[in-house]
Nanobody, 115 residues
Framework: QVQLVESGGGLVQAGGSLRLSCAAS????????MGWYRQAPGKQRELVAQ???????NYVHSAKGRFTISRDFAKNRIYLQMNSLKPEDTAVYYC?????????WGQGTQVTVSS
């Protein structure tokens, strides 16, 4: 079973940047798609960015133009580069990997954006 571990969260001022990293214990090629989700207090978890096995990407509207998802097969990692951060980006960010019939989640990393 593949484990996913996120890192890179923290406290940043509005307008700043963070890069989240998700390290997989196994080969990320097994996943049909991988993505970053976030959950703010009192809100449902939402998809932020997704990258498919073919490399296609998808972003939530609020992240377009500010966030970039990428992957490194050699390191079995995916990343989320977040620029121009806003207070409303504050949430716990989770990494997810999905293959046929299964999905895997990391434990999350906190991102806090101060105004």
């Amino acid at each position: 079973q593949v484990q996913l571990v996120e890192s890179g969260g923290g406290l940043v001022q509005a307008g700043g940047s963070l890069r989240l990293s998700c390290a997989a214990s196994g080969n990320i090629l097994v996943f049909n798609d991988m993505g970053w989700y976030r959950q703010a207090p009192g809100k449902q978890r939402e998809l932020v960015a997704q990258i498919t096995w073919t490399g296609s990407t998808n972003y939530v509207h609020s992240a377009k133009g500010r966030f970039t998802i990428s992957r490194d097969f050699a390191k079995n990692r995916i990343y989320l580069q977040m620029n121009s951060l806003k207070p409303e980006d504050t949430a716990v960010y989770y990494c997810r990997g999905a293959d046929i019939g299964s999905e895997y989640w990391g434990q999350g990393t906190q991102v806090t954006v101060s105004s």
